[in-house]
C-alpha cells in the first residue's frame, strides 16, 4: 500500500507562536494562509502543518499521490483503493471516503492508542 508523502498536523493553541517557534528550528512557510489558521512548513523532506482550532488532536497524515515535495507522482495508490485495503484487514474507519467519486477525497482512522490518521488525497 503506497500511502504517499507523510507529515505531521500539528493543533495548536496560537499559530503566530508556533510558526515562530517552527522558524527557529529551520522550517520555512510553504503554504497556507496564517489569517485562516493553517501554514503548511518544510525542513528538508519533513514537512509540519499548523492548524488552529481544526483538529482536537495532532494528526499523522499521509498524502497519496505526492511525494515529500508535493510534486505529483506519476503512480500511486488512489484514496480508495487503500480504504478498501484497509477495510477488508478489519481496520476501522473514523470517515470514509465515497467509492463512487474520483479526485481527492479522505478517509481518518486510530491506531491503538487513539492517534488519528489522515489520507488525505488532493489530486
Known amino acids: 500500500m503506497k500511502l504517499g508523502a507523510f507529515s505531521i498536523s500539528l493543533a495548536v493553541k496560537d499559530i503566530r507562536a508556533s510558526k515562530d517557534f517552527y ?3 529551520g522550517f520555512e512557510a510553504i503554504g497556507g494562509e496564517i489569517d485562516q489558521n493553517w501554514l ?3 525542513n528538508g523532506d519533513t514537512t509540519i502543518g499548523l492548524f488552529q482550532g481544526m483538529f482536537e488532536k495532532n494528526t499523522l497524515t499521509f498524502n ?3 511525494d515529500a515535495q ?3 507522482l506519476s503512480e500511486f495508490d488512489d484514496v480508495r483503493q ?3 485495503s484497509l477495510q477488508s484487514a478489519d481496520v476501522t474507519l473514523t470517515m470514509k471516503a465515497d467509492e463512487n467519486t474520483q479526485g481527492p477525497a479522505c ?3 486510530e491506531d491503538p ?3 488519528p490518521i489522515m489520507v488525505d488525497q488532493h489530486r
Open 23 to 25: 522558524q527557529k528550528l
Open 70 to 72: 508535493c510534486q505529483e
Open 64 to 66: 497519496p499521490g505526492w
Open 82 to 84: 487503500i480504504q478498501q
Open 107 to 109: 478517509i481518518m482512522l
Open 113 to 115: 492508542d487513539g492517534n
Open 40 to 42: 503548511i512548513l518544510r
